[in-house]
């Protein structure tokens, strides 16, 4: 049995200038990016977190909240976004509670229009929140 528990283990990817800093809590049910994302392996960085979030799906009955200051993203780093969305539709329509908080810098105007494109295709909560200051 412990090596179930033992699985199950938070994200902590540090970010970096082309990946995005990686945080979840299974405990909280939270998944935190932040940052610019255009990595050369969008593939090897993502499907951790894809995976992470399927999972938590799938084990916990609890709600699902993503927080994403996320700055640029390269055409790899938006399909693993939609496919990340995509799971939290499933969720949704399965009567599950999650949410996403996209929040950004009034001064890109490009990651508004993007994160609303996201949200163009999502029925569940998906805030799209200015700041001024640095995430």
């Known amino acids: 049995m412990g090596t179930l528990i033992t699985m199950i283990r938070d994200l902590d990817i540090p970010g970096s200038q082309s990946t995005p800093a990686i945080q979840s809590s299974w405990q909280n049910g939270r998944l935190t990016m932040q940052g610019d994302s255009y ?68 001064r890109n105007e490009r990651i508004a229009e993007l994160a609303d494109e996201f949200r163009e295709d999502c029925n569940y909560r998906f805030a799209i929140t200015p700041t001024t200051a640095p995430t």
């Open 39 to 106: 990595p050369e392996n969008s593939y090897e960085l993502f499907d951790q977190v894809v995976e992470w979030v399927r999972r938590f799906l799938a084990e916990e009955a609890r709600p699902l909240h993503l927080s994403l200051g996320l700055v640029y993203l390269n055409t790899s780093s938006v399909k693993a976004m939609m496919d990340i969305f995509d799971l939290l539709e499933e969720a949704h329509g399965e009567g599950r509670e999650v949410a996403v908080e996209w929040y950004y810098d009034p």
